[in-house]
């Protein structure tokens, strides 16, 4: 059983997540890193409306019991934490910067606050662009150097020290392409 204050982050940016239009009823999915295991969200569950079973933990490293049950996107979260300080993660799909990814190779914002928060935005292509390993390796590359990246046609994938400052990040993120 996860500890109910780690159920309740989850489920406050999850819910963050669906109310600004974000991710669909069942899209995006959330982790976080606890030492050699990580917490993520279940395969198939509404991000918008978690329950505590909803929340998987698994080794970091290596495969185990949860692995089953664990998000399609498992691969990407843990090649990320393997190659990053990253302690959160939060995947998304925001209409707006997807709908800039399908014509740019970056993302650069013109509002003040994006603009100097997060300078550009790498836009990543991958034929498969969901849960393959050479995809995890692309967007685990990418994070080295950037606060978020886009994954072209897919979404946005953002890192941080908690999932706040992650969430920050993808918000900061849509709200520079809405404007």
Request: hydrophobic share 40%; glycine share 6%.
């Amino acid at each position: 059983m996860v500890d109910p204050r780690i159920y309740d982050m989850f489920r406050e940016i999850g819910r963050d997540l669906y109310t600004a239009n974000m991710i669909s009823s069942h899209g995006g999915n959330l982790s976080i890193r606890l030492g050699d295991r990580l917490i993520i969200k279940r395969r198939g569950a509404m991000l918008g409306n978690l329950k505590q079973h909803d929340l998987i933990e698994t080794r970091l490293d290596k495969n185990d019991s949860g692995v089953a049950l664990a998000s399609t996107e498992l691969l990407v979260h843990r090649a990320v934490y393997l190659n990053t300080p990253a302690l959160a993660i939060c995947h998304c799909h925001p209409r707006t910067a997807i709908a800039f990814s399908l014509s740019r190779d970056e993302i650069v914002p013109v509002d003040n606050e994006a603009s100097y928060l997060l300078k550009k935005v790498p836009v990543i292509t991958e034929e498969f662009a969901s849960g393959t390993p050479q995809m995890a390796s692309k967007v685990a590359t990418a994070l080295q150097n950037y606060k978020t990246i886009m994954l072209r046609g897919h979404g946005s994938f953002a890192t941080g020290q908690t999932l706040d400052e992650a969430f920050f990040w993808s918000s900061t993120l849509e709200e520079a392409c809405q404007i």
